[in-house]
């Protein structure tokens, strides 16, 4: 520990500085509140391009139909057939028509999906996060071939089955049952009931989990709803929801629904299966969520600048206004790099599920305080649809929730941090 | 916009992807609540070697003077000359017998120093981001190769006179006039008072900023103590503080006190000189108060561990105290990223001001809130001072408060992101 | 200043105690977390009685409505004569065909309508504390006896017609204008536009406030629908609302609508008017705020010790959870304290305006805040209608929004406090 | 349920209106920033004379003291014997030499001498809700008249002895054991270490729990320092506190320390004994968090006016100024309101201890959090401790620790929201 050491170490650390670093290095940059810390700098050219590329779909196609959809509960299942066309479902795939991007590209179209509405990014998370990333990772050879092109292209839409009506953060106590058919060798009966599943009454595959009745442990199953008899698969939908109402929500009602042996993974067992699928699509909440909030900023930056009070001020030009646009903008910044370096881990193989918790939990926490705190700037206006901010509200609330509550996420994070769990 | 597009996109992205991310990739991750979301893995080998230097002076020389030295409010002017020993003083200076690391490395220092004590930490601050950046970069070349060299090595003492007694936030407005010696031409005479200037009681050398009578623009001067006749340049201190009592603070009282001409810096003028120093210092801030951070985790956490209640049980079981972990951990590992973020993009000549008042405000404001929330797991036992983390509470007030009150950067913020200034 | 002058005090305090004091003494009293602080123990019997007779009629008649109107925006006009027939509109007037009650107790009647949802206590201090309180505040004797008995029964639905498009926090600035008909004498022409005004659509009678273009000055004027030509008072429905669906809320557009000088209010200029009527609305809403709360208190409890999670554990049993409830409940004992305080100091000529701003800010910051945390004990089950907490959080953050947004009274304490404006 | 019961209710309630609402209607009021919802037309004439001496005893001979004793952790034990002078200890006991206060005059006795500082409370309560209410509530004739008047006189200075090193939150599972002498009837033999005892060093007389060996219950302990042989009742002072320095901290060593029968309290067993004088305490501590929250708010009041920064304006003209002062005037007066109410239930035998709990929590809660935001109006400035705003920062840290923590209270309000004890 002395002088020269320092010295030399610091030679050879102007000489050895990672390309990442070189590349900031090519010109100048002003603040720009849309991305104050300068996030794009850590981007490929390529993971730019994908992202101008949802954000012109996104604002072009998606945002003209968002207030109809919102409040008449009406998802356009046409939706899930253009993001398919675009590349944009399961994109960071490999193979079986998948675009196969980076996992920050993917994230990076999740944001620009959730831009617009939380609830289509819902219906996309179900598609690409947890039915198809559930078949990529666990799914037979065969069943990726089978099922993995349709659901990329968006002419099969997918749901996932875990949660149910009396255990939501508690997936391990599920009551659905999966028995050997009495009679029938290879095929299993599905009994049991899931709500709040996204998608399931326009789903054509179902991937639901249930305990095997022989063993107790959790399976999963990719259920066609075109080969269940009648009775068998419902999926009654969920309606009069307080948010995300421009996705479809529903429940799946299954009696002794029959599934080939076939249809069911191959290998995972327990709740490796469906947390695998939930960090994915977390990951993508984190990203999401993000998009919802730089949405409220713009939104509410502008009504600032245009509404005036007092003496012909804008708004903006008060402290207290002031003060809720620098918080939200911070904690905008702050939660898109903390999303762009666990992206950037996971595709180097190093992103633990405590990352994917703990960025999850944050960046919904953040964006639901932001926005309300946004909201307010709006005054009595807010309560009119035709500003946005209120759908925004409403929905990251419900973001905030699934997929983990907050508080679920702590606890995970506290058991990481102390080693001593404290769910009970 | 269409599939094909999107697709070839993505086979480039692949091929394309910066070093930075394959750089991930090396080995496998597992969950450390240390470094949270695994920011070493955006380090140099270069940069994590100068941490580790600073790390190990900092807790075997440091740690062990800190509880005496803050309970009587005690600076040892040695730790200076150590400092400049291993070459962190200037450290991301290029030549003058300064170490020339990167930004990122020069922030590891800070945190790591930061990490025992914000005192410390502001002692350090003031020498290299203030007084060795103000010379480095509005000097003239003959007073960087007369004054470098001895601050770098800690053997002459700097210290930075901006703030007024009247003048804290608003710096423009102040009242040190710097007039042309009457008769001695080349000589100017200062008058005016400078408080709460860190390290001025041991200062050799002081960096006073003073407006010049006969244009009114504000100009920087290099004041040696030697040099200064009796009464003309006095700096007594101020004891008692409340807060970062290991670091030596005083006034700095001018009456003509005077100095050469070839003591002024030659070109700058107006706020640009100091706002770049302060710049400097709080971006070394942004780091540092994760230094401070960090420790109140980790004694938090290992108490929690330690200490029993009810049946038993350490404290680290309960869910009230997990989430208060939770959060700081989490705080910690988002301020970090957007420190080192920052700190690249200044060494490519893309962070600006607004930036740095980002990353200045809200590490500090989220470092305080959680020193004090962690504080609640010590109960009782926080008012002792051998428990540390009051210490740090106390600190990190201060450090929220000075260069920039966490209010005064909310308004920097707001006038970037609206164009309307709030200040008055 | 000696030990028998306290001892003497302390005798005669003894004999001297207020009767309030002794009535706390009757009998003993165990924790009720329904009233925690036992705000009970200040209300008169007759106060009780009133509160008893209105929860009776909003359980009974009102909550059975609210799930339906809530979603299809829905307002049943014959609420207003239900209300009118139990005596429950404008209550605290004395004559006039009015109960006559005391503040406390139109306070109470308040909180039991808004414990079932806010739209309807929207609807009902519409036509007590605007318009009614206007009209007895300010009207001549012939006014009076004209319209409050009609309005009294809710024969006579009313509406306040003060905020207009580009000016919500800032009425004084109002562009609606009223002026001398040029032929017809003793007739005034209004032509201007308010939005956001719950009851319009409905209304029989617009009590309006207008700039008297002789004198620039605001009067009030007493709009009977009835009187109107076909097109120059127009109130179209404002549908697509986000909260407050309950109640209903449109505009007034009035293109010289014609008012006889007898429906001018006879004295009162300025901002005296209206904002003596808002000020009896917002001690109204201080109380109904914390009615909602308790509602949302109530469902959060008893889903807490319903749902099972985890070993079959209810939520009540984590702490997380209790800690959310603690906080609730104690918000709200607070808030009634203080909401019943200030109406004991109106009855007594004592309330200022500004105190009546503190509790409007306070307890409907306190509710929303509240009622957004409990909403999370319901976790994505709170998206469902059915559980009506969601629609308690939508509701308030207008309810915090409408009759001054809390930065407004903040602002207004402000300037009590330190004699200084800064608004603008 | 009909108009006609309504309209009788009114009448009668208008004649039955309590004499306490009568008494608001004496004279007009205007609003006044330091008793903004006017609680002092809650208080009788006399209450407000005990008010008056003591905060002119605190003002004209505590304030001097506080800097000079809170820099050098230097308690002045004559403090004890001015307050025994004034009949300020023990004030709200009946005989015994003590004033005979209402609950409520007791209260704002705390809560002046807490406006000055926390430790200074500290000492008092101890003396008073300790040490002599619990020999008033438990004692027996005899210990009452052997030890009250000189505890009243503050003579004699008594401390309690209840927390042990490894027992805070939890003192049911204290370790201190009193057998009895295995010669000497009638005597016990007291061994353990209490620990974070305020005034111990000094005390003559200290009321210790420890639990009987024979029975295993709980027991209070009156030992009389003067009678104890050496080495068997060691008191040594706790320096080096970080906050509550101007009152005397220590621990209780007790090694085989014999104690009379006579100075056993008789009947009560468990944790009875100490939670009711607990209880006691955290009433006071209510009262007086907030007069520490008032000193606060009228310091940062005072110095936002005459602190100027841009163009001249005074702090106090800024809206994030204006915003920290309203919100702590608020919850000042609204925790003021809830300490009354108590104190008024407690005289009638109407509290409970989940009451106190509330109160005390809140109270401290909020008094901590609005001290720390007003300690960031004074800037730099605040590290100064002229200001005095740092101390009482410091000093609410402990205040709302000690005594029942936050988290602890509100896991108290839960359970008995609840029903479920969350603990563990």
Same mark, same amino acid.
């Given at each position: 520990?002395?002088?020269?050491?320092?010295?030399?170490?610091?030679?050879?650390?102007?000489?050895?500085?990672?390309?990442?670093?070189?590349?900031?290095?090519?010109?100048?940059?002003?603040?720009?509140?849309?991305?104050?810390?300068? !996030?794009?700098? *850590?981007? +490929?050219? =390529?993971?730019?391009? @994908?992202?101008?590329?949802? #954000?012109?779909?996104?604002?072009?196609?998606?945002?003209p139909r968002i207030l109809e959809a919102y409040r008449n509960e009406d998802y356009d299942r046409r939706i899930l057939e253009e993001m398919g066309e675009l590349g944009l479902l399961g994109a960071s795939i490999q193979g079986y028509g998948c675009a196969g991007v980076s996992?920050? !590209?993917?994230? *990076?179209? +999740?944001? =620009?999906?959730?831009? @617009?509405?939380?609830?289509? #990014?819902?219906?996309?998370?179900?598609?690409?996060?947890?039915?198809?990333?559930?078949?990529?990772?666990?799914?037979?050879?065969?069943?990726?071939?089978?099922?993995?092109?349709?659901?990329?292209?968006?002419?099969?839409?997918?749901?996932?089955?875990?949660?149910?009506?009396?255990?939501?953060?508690?997936?391990?106590?599920?009551? +659905?049952?999966?028995?050997?058919?009495?009679?029938?060798?290879?095929?299993?009966?599905?009994?049991?009931?899931?709500?709040?599943?996204?998608?399931?009454?326009?789903?054509?595959?179902?991937?639901?989990w249930a305990k095997l009745e022989s063993t107790g442990k959790i399976r999963g199953f990719l259920v066609e709803r075109s080969k269940c008899p009648p009775g068998t698969f419902e999926t009654p939908v969920i309606k009069n929801k307080s948010a995300l109402r421009a996705s479809i929500t529903g429940m799946i009602q299954m009696d002794d629904c029959p599934v080939a042996v076939e249809n069911m993974f191959p290998d995972v067992e327990g709740l490796t299966g469906p947390f695998t699928c939930l960090n994915s699509a977390r990951l993508g909440i984190?990203?999401?969520?993000?998009?919802?909030?730089?949405?409220?900023?713009?939104?509410?930056?502008?009504?600032?600048?245009?509404?005036?009070?007092?003496?012909?001020?804008?708004?903006?030009?008060?402290?207290?206004?002031?003060?809720?646009?620098?918080?939200?903008?911070?904690?905008?910044?702050?939660?898109?790099?903390?999303?762009?370096?666990?992206?950037?881990?996971?595709?180097?193989?190093?992103?633990?599920?405590?990352?994917?918790?703990?960025?999850?939990?944050?960046?919904?926490?953040?964006?639901?305080?932001?926005?309300?705190?946004?909201?307010?700037?709006?005054?009595?206006?807010?309560?009119?649809?035709?500003?946005?901010?209120?759908?925004?509200?409403?929905?990251?609330?419900?973001?905030?929730?699934?997929?983990?509550?907050?508080?679920?996420?702590?606890?995970?994070?506290?058991?990481?941090?102390?080693?001593?769990?404290?769910?009970?």
């Open positions: 520990m002395n002088r020269s050491l320092l010295r030399s170490v610091a030679r050879s650390a102007q000489a050895g500085l990672p390309i990442a670093s070189r590349r900031y290095a090519s010109s100048s940059v002003t603040f720009n509140w849309e991305d104050p810390l300068a !996030a794009t700098e *850590l981007f +490929t050219e =390529e993971e730019l391009a @994908v992202q101008d590329t949802a #954000r012109q779909y996104c604002q072009k196609r998606l945002m996992t920050v !590209a993917s994230g *990076l179209i +999740t944001k =620009e999906v959730e831009r @617009v509405d939380s609830g289509y #990014r819902s219906g996309m998370s179900v598609q690409s996060s947890l039915a198809m990333t559930g078949i990529h990772e666990f799914g037979s050879e065969e069943q990726k071939e089978r099922f993995l092109p349709g659901l990329a292209q968006g002419k099969v839409a997918g749901c996932f089955g875990l949660t149910e009506p009396n255990h939501g953060s508690d997936p391990g106590s599920m009551e +659905t049952i999966a028995r050997e058919h009495p009679t029938q060798k290879g095929v299993f009966l599905l009994t049991g009931s899931k709500t709040w599943i996204t998608n399931s009454p326009i789903a054509d595959l179902a991937l639901v984190a990203f999401g969520s993000m998009g919802a909030l730089e949405d409220c900023i713009s939104r509410a930056r502008e009504y600032s600048l245009e509404r005036k009070q007092f003496k012909g001020n804008p708004l903006a030009k008060y402290q207290l206004i002031q003060k809720k646009l620098a918080d939200a903008v911070t904690d905008a910044a702050y939660g898109t790099l903390a999303a762009v370096q666990v992206a950037r881990l996971k595709d180097a193989g190093k992103a633990t599920p405590e990352m994917i918790s703990m960025i999850k939990r944050q960046n919904c926490d953040r964006a639901l305080q932001n926005s309300r705190i946004l909201q307010e700037i709006f005054g009595g206006n807010a309560a009119s649809d035709e500003y946005h901010i209120g759908r925004h509200v409403a929905n990251l609330f419900v973001v905030q929730t699934y997929e983990g509550q907050s508080d679920i996420h702590a606890l995970i994070l506290g058991r990481a941090i102390t080693g001593k769990q404290a769910f009970v």
